[in-house]
């Protein structure tokens, strides 16, 4: 089983950035998605982004596309998120998670994902 750890959150005002890691210790498979996901407060669990190890694809959330970047570290097993043009609307927990299947299935799957982590804390405030 793969152990997930994301780490990077803080506080940072708007229009900042932030990057966001997420080390993975386990086996791992090329195919296997990795993704970010975000529970604003009061609000259900969102996906942001997802990747595979292989890099052969990749999705964005609407509200992700042009302002985060997804990326991988192959040798670490680590997986970044990095963020810009903060807004008070990407203040969140954010998580991260892994699937086999690639990322149009993670996508459609992870409502049902039952093993989160702690995830990290993103505030964006002035």
């Known amino acids: 089983q793969v152990q997930l750890v994301e780490s990077g959150g803080g506080l940072v005002p708007p229009g900042g950035s932030l990057r966001l890691s997420c080390a993975a210790s386990?086996?791992?498979?090329?195919?296997?998605?990795m993704g970010w996901f975000r529970q604003p407060p009061g609000k259900p669990r969102e996906i942001v982004a997802a990747?595979?190890?292989?890099?052969?694809?990749?999705y964005y959330a609407d509200s992700a596309k042009g302002r985060f970047t997804i990326s991988r570290d192959n040798a670490k097993a680590t997986v970044y998120l990095q963020m810009s043009s903060l807004t008070n609307e990407d203040t969140a927990v954010y998580y991260c998670?892994?699937?086999?299947?690639?990322?149009?299935?993670?996508?459609?799957?992870?409502?049902?994902?039952?093993?989160w982590g702690q995830g990290t804390q993103v505030t964006v405030s002035s």
């Open positions: 386990g086996r791992t498979f090329s195919s296997d998605a």
């Open positions: 998670n892994t699937s086999p299947g690639g990322v149009a299935t993670m996508v459609d799957r992870y409502p049902s994902f039952r093993s």
């Open positions: 990747t595979t190890w292989s890099g052969g694809s990749e």
